[in-house]
Nanobody, 121 residues
Framework: QVQLVESGGGLAQPGGSLSLSCAAS????????MRWYRQAPGKQREMVAD???????RYVGSVKGRFTISRDNAKNRIDLQMNNLKPEDTAVYIC???????????????WGQGTQVTVSS
């Protein structure tokens, strides 16, 4: 069993900043890639940022240069620092972790509940 808990969402002004965190807990054997997705009302879910177990990162073009993803393997945690926020960043942000449970064999995707980010004047 693996559980994810996100935090840090809220309301920000355009040009402002927010920092999101996602902590994984439970019977974890190994964690691989960790990702942030977002889904705005009426739109498809999209991957915002990804970080591999080795620390390599990638971003969707619309956030590159503004968002930074990082991870702390010792704490089974990832963060998403969001700067220069725009109204179009408004969405539910969802954490996804690829992990092998202690009683499992193959890697599986585990999802958090999501945290709301609203950017508005």
């Amino acid at each position: 069993q693996v559980q994810l808990v996100e935090s840090g969402g809220g309301l920000a002004q355009p040009g402002g900043s927010l920092s999101l965190s996602c902590a994984a807990s439970g019977s974890i054997f190994e964690i691989g890639a960790m990702r942030w997705y977002r889904q705005a009302p009426g739109k498809q879910r999209e991957m915002v940022a990804d970080i591999t177990k080795h620390g390599d990162t990638r971003y969707v073009g619309s956030v590159k240069g503004r968002f930074t993803i990082s991870r702390d393997n010792a704490k089974n945690r990832i963060d998403l620092q969001m700067n220069n926020l725009k109204p179009e960043d408004t969405a539910v942000y969802i954490c996804c972790v690829v992990a092998i449970a202690r009683n499992g064999i193959a890697p599986k995707d585990y999802w958090g509940q999501g945290t709301q980010v609203t950017v508005s004047s």
